[in-house]
């Protein structure tokens, strides 16, 4: 039984969209969330953000947004533009993290041109584009995926019909199994600041403690200044930088959900190498 604490400190996570965006069980991440702050003392509270709603960017410590049909992205898109953009740019550039899953990744990049219908306009975050070639030309990216992370993995399901490309966005990770951004250059997801994209549901946190983990000490340092010793970096594109350790948890069940994945994708070195985490 894990040990429940007092809070003792509190987080407040913006759920974008969440009635358009919530694809593949993508809440999934935001019980991850809650659950890992809550076995350390810390509440995580959660407050929607429809269509119309503002974002004031220093209400929040950490946002998501999820994954979403082109149907429902196009809303979207234009109230990211008309009605967040000015409080979600305010809180990517001032180092707020960020998790965007598929429809909402697309979504802060330039644009989303979708198999039929005008080009979605993005937010530009990310330094990259994604193209929908339709069923035909090009199938949809659909299946288990595992990348390299931090000198570890990640681990996730991802059903995208769109490509993204990337300019001078960096990269998550470099597919290991899987398609990835757009099933050519090997690319996963893309980093900017504390923003980051991804394609991966699954939902994608669960299976992935580390990077759950990772999100919430950006948080812990970002908003209450608690700054220890290295515990983890960042992408292996980027430099290691000092993160509050938060107290180890119990991820044995995690760990082996996490290689379960990778073994059902043949990646068998990797699997006992997420399994020595443990
Ligand atoms: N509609 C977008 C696409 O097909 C995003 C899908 C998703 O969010 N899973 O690429």
Redesign the pocket.
Known sequence: MKRETAPRLTLKLGHLYPDQLN??GDRGNILTLRRRCQQRGIELRVVSLGIGDALAPDEYDILFIG????RE?EPVARDLYEVKGIGLWAAIEDDMPVLAV??GY?LLAHYYRPAQGRDMRGLGVFDAWTI?KGGMRAPRCVGDIAISWNGGTLVGFE????RTYLGTARPLGKVLQGYGNNAEDHTEGAVYRNTYGTYM?GSLLPKNPHFADHLITLALRRTHGIQAEISQGESETHDAEPLPALSPLDDRLEWEAHATLLERMGLHSAASAALQTT
């Open positions: 694809l593949y994954g979403g049909q082109d992205q598929c429809g697309q929908h059903n995208h019909g769109g549901h």
